[in-house]
């Protein structure tokens, strides 16, 4: 079993930054994929970003060009910073790994909220 734990969430200003963290512990085999997924009220839940074990990342289209994934294998952790936030990124984040001999594991997630 793989357990996730997140940080970094919290309550910040419209174009204000966070940088949240996932790190992964357990019966880690090999993680390929990492990434973030977030669902606000009344919405599903949604792909925000993902990164490979080599590197590729892909991002949802209102993310793209102010939310950077990255992710330390050693450690393996996960990081988004996200910048220039808006009130429309108000949600609960999740972060997720793929190990290659597991099904996908989830963190319990943290909120993000942006007001002023």
């Known amino acids: 079993q793989v357990q996730l734990v997140e940080s970094g969430g919290g309550l910040v200003q419209p174009g204000g930054s966070l940088r949240l963290s996932c790190a992964a512990s357990?019966?880690?085999?090999?993680?390929?994929?990492m990434g973030w997924y977030r669902q606000a009220p009344g919405k599903q839940r949604g792909l925000v970003a993902s990164?490979?074990?080599?590197?590729?990342?892909n991002y949802a289209d209102s993310v793209k060009g102010r939310f950077t994934i990255s992710r330390d294998n050693a450690k393996n952790t996960v990081y988004m910073q996200m910048n220039s936030l808006k009130p429309e990124d108000t949600a609960v984040y999740y972060c997720y790994v793929d190990d290659v001999l597991r099904p996908r594991s989830w963190g319990q997630g943290t909120q993000v909220t942006v007001s002023s």
């Open positions: 357990g019966s880690i085999f090999s993680i390929d994929a």
């Open positions: 990164i490979t074990s080599g590197g590729s990342t």
